[in-house]
């Protein structure tokens, strides 16, 4: 059963860099016919996608963020990770890592809150 | 970028009965769009894809129409554990490639 699990730290000061990595078991992150994304709900809110990878690195992003998303991919350690600069208190979310077949998000992490304070 | 609305924000039903539900997108998504249900404190789950498919796993009584821009989920005999938020999310795989989120409907028990 294919397992992913989000990690990184949970509290992020303003200004900073928000990194999170996504670890995948149970499959390879390698598979042609899959791309891995991650989506972000605001507290009490809706979701928002930010940006998907495919295994060889090829990346898109949403416009709206894309000045400050990287994403990576790790096919070594079958992780990929998000990198969020110039974080302020709106990109407090819970950050969600999911599996995707041309949009279509089958399976998913069980998300992690980051909090953006000082 | 392509706006899903959904409607009601929130519909108020008991057990049994018949849900339907509203997605409707700002320009034509042909078939490209995909339902999910969110349970409180869990990630969402993929309920229907391509308008129409229900997911591995899913029950039949859970249905997706539409093409173009007016898309439905129906639950044909509401069950307790169906009572939860519903996301519709289109994909736009031609350029730029962009996925978007309705803003969610709330299924309450009624």
């Known amino acids: 059963q294919l397992q992913l699990q989000e990690s990184g730290p949970g509290l992020v000061k303003p200004s900073e860099t928000l990194s999170l990595t996504c670890t995948v078991s149970g499959g390879s992150i390698s598979s042609s016919s899959y791309y891995w994304g991650w989506i972000r709900q605001p507290p009490g809110k809706g979701l928002e996608w930010i940006g998907s990878i495919y295994y060889s690195g090829s990346t898109y992003y949403n416009p709206s963020l894309k000045s400050r998303v990287t994403i990576s991919v790790d096919t070594s350690k079958n992780q990929f990770s998000l990198k969020l600069s110039s974080v302020t208190a709106a990109d407090t979310a819970v950050y969600y890592c999911a599996r995707h077949v041309y949009g279509d998000y089958d399976y998913w992490g069980q998300g992690t809150l980051v909090t953006v304070s000082s | 970028e392509i706006v899903l609305t959904q409607s009601p924000a929130t519909l108020s039903l008991s057990p049994g009965e018949r849900a339907t539900l509203s997605c409707r997108a700002s320009q034509s998504v042909s078939s490209y769009l995909a339902w999910y249900q969110q349970k409180p404190g869990q990630a969402p789950r993929l309920l229907i894809y391509?308008?129409?498919n229900r997911a591995t796993g899913i029950p039949a009584r859970f249905s997706g129409s539409g093409s173009g821009t007016d898309f439905t989920l129906t639950i044909s005999s509401l069950e307790p554990e169906d009572f939860a938020v519903y996301y519709c999310q289109q994909r736009s795989n031609w350029p730029p490639r962009m996925y978007t989120f309705g803003q969610g409907t709330k299924l309450e028990i009624k």
């Open positions: 391509d308008a129409s």
